[in-house]
Structures are given as C-alpha cells and as structure tokens.
C-alpha cells in the first residue's frame, strides 16, 4: 500500500534510467518517451551537458536566499531578455507558481496606475493554468474546481478563439487577457495566428495587458523560441515553465519593465525560486535550446513526425480522426477511449499522454533524430494494430 496521495491514477510502470529519448524501467525494458514528461524534457533524459553543470553546481552551492544577489539567476534573467519581448524576470519553482506572478503582476500594475478596480482577467474555455486555487479559477474547468469551496472571483471565460465574444467581454474591470497560443491540456488546440494579432489589437486599443501562458508550448517546442513569434506579435507578461528547467523544477514570470516594475520589494517572493542549483541547470538547457541549428532541426523533426502520423491515419482511418501538430507538439485525435490508446501504445513501450477531446499528445525530446521518430512511428503502428485486433 503506497503513502503516496492517491490523486494520480497512476501507471505500474517504473523507470530507473534515461538516456536521449529512451526510458528504461526496472524491469528492464526500453521505451520511447514521446511523453517528455509532458512537454518537460527539451534535452532529452540525462543529457550530458546539463548533467555535467549540475554535478558542478551540486558540489559547490545548492540554495541561498534571494535576500542575497544571486548570479546565476542574474545570467539567466538577462539570456530570457535577449531572446524575448521581456525586461525582467521572476523565477519560480513550476508553471502554477508562474502563473500566479503573471497575474499577480497585471493586477498590481492597475494598481499602481491608481485603478485598483481593473482586477478582471478575461480567459478562454479549454485552458489550464494549473493547480492552486488561483489558477484553476483562471482555467475555469469545473472538474478541477469541484469541491474546493467558492471560486476565486476575477475571471471570465470567453470561447476559445472568438474574438467577437472577447470585445463583449471586456468591460471597466478589466485588466488583462490571458491565454495559452496553443492549449496542451485540452488537446493541442493551435490558436490561430490572426486571432492572436487580433488579441494584441484589442489590448492596445482598450489598455489591456496580453498575458501568455507558454508554459507548455514555449521553450523551442514549436520550433520557435516562443509560440507567439509566428504571429509577430509580443505580450506584456508571460509564464514559462516544464523546458526550462529541462525536467528541474524551475519556472519564470517575464514582462515588460512597464509592467514589471510594479512588483516592488516586499509584493512577492519565493523561498526556493532562482536558486543557484536551479538557475544554473536553466542556463545549461538555455545552451542547449540556443544552439545553432536547434530550432531549425525541431521544425524539421516536426514535419517529419506529422507526415509519419499522416501516414498512419490513411492506414487506420478507423482510429486516428485528426493530427493536431504544431512542431514537435503534436495531437493524435482519436476515436477509441483515449486512455486505451495511451495505454496501447505503452503496451509496445511508446509513451504518450493523453489529453482533452479525446486526443494523444506526442511531446518527445526536441533533440529526437530521424531514426527515433521512424521507430516510435513503427511502435505506434503496433500498438494500433493490437488495439485493432482486440
């Protein structure tokens, strides 16, 4: 009997090893991990150039509070900068807790500006933010707020994507508008680039923050740094989380020094966010991902992964009803339970994860080769086909 919460309808598959983009279990088998720990590991499992920076780091300095400079931090902040819309940044512990500083933020700046009263956060049906308290009222999914006492108020949900519904939305109480380019957990639903534009010229037009949330779509898995660069356009506050740390806890509240300079000392804080240990195994992810080539090699991977899928959509039309791809962050719509799915494709150990409306998400390494995707390829043919028979 586990002492663990029984929160998580968790698998009795245990791992002891990873390398690149196989897992091995303790058991003894190999699997393809095209889970990534949802959208976690950019660089793969084991990755010798992180490994490395944490065994030096270990050995040195771990934790200090942040009452003190910490340059490791500061290196970080200043490369996140460089290659995005922000002036600053503010790192935390997960995406959740990003989230949290993201709206925090954009209250706190109305309140500077004397407008106490513009607290409201417009949001869209589909999303998640996380899982406290404030950040399932921003997602709005009713099963995760069941049974955990009133709502936080300050959020109102529009459809996904209807930009009509957005301007009726907005209202005197209104301060920002947040949403995920591309939303993981209820499918891999890919916003349109329009709409985003869209978006960015309703804030400027009604002083309206944009708030991102690229937690699970930034970090190189669409092929660009971050997903609103294919739109062109920049937000004022955004949350990243999963790749940054490569699979170490670390996440990171960006924004504008307009709007982030409102977070004056003493408005927030975080005991363990932008530790020494932390932020320099985000620096050696930031090395990697920031490598020549290496966005260009995940657009191409992506393409090659997508037309794979294709494939096997006109070989099991029965099965696959949509691919939903965008890079390497890709949605298998399908017909049977999606649970049976993941759970078939584990079966002939691909790892998968399974998300809203019914669909597979494929979240590999974005390091995985040529070679790698035609053998997951030839692994989820397996399991479809057993999943076919039975």
């Excluded at 002891?16 to 660089?43: H, K, M, W």
């Excluded at 939303?183 to 709409?195: A, K, P, R, T, W």
Aim: with cysteine; glycine share 12%; net charge negative.
């Amino acid at each position: 009997m586990s002492a663990l919460y029984k929160n998580y309808a968790r698998s009795e598959v245990a791992f002891e090893r990873g390398e690149g983009v196989r897992l091995f279990s303790t058991t003894g088998d190999e699997y393809y991990d095209f889970a990534g720990g949802i959208a976690v590991n950019v660089v793969g499992h084991a990755d010798p150039h992180v490994v490395n920076a944490i065994k030096k780091q270990a050995e040195n300095l771990w934790h200090v509070s942040n009452v003190f400079t910490i340059p490791e931090a500061e290196k970080l902040a200043q490369r996140l900068v460089d290659v995005s819309f922000a002036d600053m940044a503010f790192f935390t512990n997960s995406g959740a807790e990003a989230m949290e500083c993201a709206i925090k933020t954009a209250r706190r700046y109305f309140y500077d500006l004397g407008e106490p009263d513009r607290y409201e956060i417009i949001t869209m049906e589909g999303a998640f933010h996380g899982r406290t308290l404030g950040t399932i009222a921003a997602g709005g999914n009713p099963s995760y707020l069941e049974g955990f006492g009133p709502k936080a108020e300050g959020f109102v949900q529009v459809p996904r994507g209807d930009i009509d519904a957005l301007k009726k939305a907005i209202t005197p109480k209104t301060a920002a508008i947040l949403f995920e380019p591309i939303q993981g957990e209820s499918g891999i639903n890919i916003l349109d680039v329009e709409f985003l534009r869209d978006v960015r010229k309703l804030c400027d037009e009604h002083g309206l923050l944009l708030v991102l949330d690229e937690i699970q779509c930034g970090y190189g898995r669409t092929g660009k740094m971050f997903a609103y660069e294919w739109a062109g356009i920049e937000p004022d506050i955004m949350a990243l989380a999963k790749g940054i740390g490569g699979g170490f806890p670390l996440g990171a509240c960006l924004a504008t020094d307009k709007v982030g300079s409102a977070m004056v000392p003493g408005t927030h804080g975080s005991t363990y966010g932008g530790n020494p240990l932390a932020c320099t195994v985000g620096n050696a992810v930031f090395d990697r991902v920031s490598e020549e080539g290496f966005l260009d090699h995940v657009q191409e991977m992506g393409k090659h992964l997508a037309w794979h899928l294709q494939q096997l959509a006109q070989k099991y039309p029965d099965q696959i009803v949509e691919i939903r791809a965008k890079g390497l962050m890709v949605g298998i719509k399908v017909s049977s339970p999606v649970g049976d799915v993941v759970a078939a494709l584990r079966d002939a150990k691909l790892l998968t994860v399974g998300a809203g409306d019914n669909v597979v998400r494929m979240l590999p390494p974005l390091t995985v080769t040529k070679d790698e995707i035609d053998e997951a390829i030839r692994r989820m043919d397996a399991g479809l086909k057993s999943l076919a028979s039975a």
